[in-house]
């Protein structure tokens, strides 16, 4: 597979606010890293000129991250402005000729999904998509018929390892983590499977409402916006098989087997929640039913998890930011001392963010002279303070050619196709307190199962202590 370098980067919405919050910080920082030498295209349709790009590229640093002298003369160098309509062919002309000699232009769709395809036929009428790469941003699609006609409006102009989707989980260091923690070591291997796991669960809880995005998620909610791809993600990384190689497809192969084998979702396997006060937030429908939380219960039909059940839950306005796993292991088969008090005696916890924590939970006992025991957890625990961001990692193996952190066709599919049945409104919503942990009756989905695990956050460390 060619994996030749790219040689010029181009970005669709660069005045946009994804350009702004993670592409201007990503580009500076690939420039830092010596990963970024090449003309780097963006392309708008905001009555902007090149001076006016360059201002907001060095706001947008003062902002994330700060500016560092060095890269950001180097990019102000590299940076190019095309200003025009995406439906007009005299965009992709100005493209053409600015992208001179470049034999494998990327080009980045920061733009919303609904632009995607007059932008790919331009690119494809005008020879920009001759030898490229395209970088398509989340969600790709709205359900499984829309993804797949997405998917092949893009294989009439991109093969698919040509074609880069994006989710910005997959660049994330805990999680990357996460898959060699499962495979660099042989400990889990022999009790990852139904004789030894009871349930897994996966929160990603966050403490704040659609900061100034109501219009954009009022149109997808919590199921489009971060389960389909972030917490299906994560869910692949915990339960697929060992991959044969490191290879991008040896990995997908993987995680598309482990996706093909969980059953389309039902109504009574999940529960939605609106978060009190969200019709009110700025573009956001007065009597919208979108759901800022979701709780969902999958089953996968394999030998290794037949019976073990699988939780997501993730919303907006919930008590903490934080994103964790809790895998409960089933209990001895026999209480040989005392009873544990709080369901299960073993269980793994990884938390993904804010910090980063590998626990394991078991009883150890009371010193004394009974046979007592109580809880503890043996904990190994990082504050991630120099990670390298999602954008840099994900854009550099764009750059070259590298689609390991990168969904394939076939998965997006077939993760649209366990979750199509439960879109829209088939399944009621119910409001919610802002800071509580959502709807009550998402404690009857895993009741079963011993419960949520509701992560508590402490406050992070002073820098130096
Ligand atoms: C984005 C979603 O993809 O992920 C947001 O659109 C969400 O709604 C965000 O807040 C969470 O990402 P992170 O990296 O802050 O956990």
């Known amino acids: 597979m060619p994996t030749a370098k790219s040689d010029a980067f181009v970005f669709f919405g660069a005045t946009g606010d994804l350009a702004y919050k993670q592409i201007f910080p990503a580009l500076q920082a690939l420039i830092k890293d010596g990963r970024l030498d090449m003309p780097v295209i963006g392309i708008a349709r905001s009555g902007w000129n090149l001076d006016k790009l360059r201002k907001r590229a060095h706001d947008s640093l003062e902002e994330h991250g700060g500016v560092d002298k060095a890269a950001f003369a180097k990019l102000s160098k590299l940076m190019r402005y095309i200003d025009g ?16 000699d470049a034999q494998h232009p990327l080009h980045y769709l920061a733009i919303p999904p609904s632009m995607f395809v007059p932008v790919v036929k331009g690119l494809a009428a005008s020879g920009c998509s001759q030898g490229a790469r395209v970088i398509v941003e989340k969600p790709f699609g709205r359900d499984l018929k829309s993804a797949r006609a997405l998917n092949r409006t893009l294989h009439r102009f991109f093969r698919e390892h040509d074609i880069f989707r994006i989710d910005h989980y997959l660049g994330k260091e805990p999680v990357q983590n996460l898959l060699y923690f499962r495979f ?11 004789d030894h796991i009871a349930s897994m669960q996966i929160t990603m809880a966050e403490n704040f409402g659609v900061q100034g995005r109501g219009k954009f998620y009022d149109e997808v909610g919590a199921i489009r916006d971060v389960v389909q791809n972030h917490m299906f993600q994560v869910l692949a990384l915990l339960a697929m098989s060992p991959p044969a190689n490191r290879s991008a497809d040896a990995m997908r192969d993987e995680k598309l087997r482990l996706f093909r084998s969980m059953r389309e979702l039902k109504p009574e396997d999940v529960v939605r929640g609106q978060f009190d006060g969200y019709r009110k937030e700025e573009g956001v429908s007065k009597r919208s039913t979108v759901e800022t939380y979701a709780a969902l219960r999958i089953h996968m039909d394999t030998w290794r998890w037949a019976g073990v059940p699988f939780f997501i839950r993730a919303g907006k306005q919930l008590p903490v930011k934080c994103t964790e796993v809790l895998v409960r292991l089933k209990n001895p ?16 916890r990884f938390r993904l963010s804010p910090d980063v924590i590998i626990s394991l939970g078991a009883r150890v006992k009371v010193p004394g002279e009974a046979m007592k025991g109580h809880p503890v957890e043996l904990v190994a625990h990082r504050h991630v303070r120099t990670a390298m961001a999602p954008y840099e990692r994900l854009l550099g193996d764009a750059i070259d050619g590298d689609s390991v952190l990168f969904t394939r066709d076939d998965c997006v599919e077939e993760a649209w196709r366990v979750l199509d049945p439960i879109l829209g409104d088939k399944v009621p919503v119910h409001t919610y307190k802002v800071g509580t942990w959502g709807p009550k009756q998402a404690d009857a989905l895993i009741a079963d199962a011993g419960g949520w695990n509701d992560p508590k956050v402490d406050a992070p460390p002073k820098v130096g202590s």
């Open 184 to 194: 660099a070591n042989s400990l889990l291997e022999p009790i990852w499977n139904r």
């Open 85 to 100: 309509d995406y439906g007009d062919a005299q965009t992709y002309d100005k493209l053409r000729t600015g992208l001179g």
């Open 333 to 348: 088969p026999q209480e040989v001392f005392d009873a544990p008090t709080n369901g299960a005696v073993n269980h793994f």
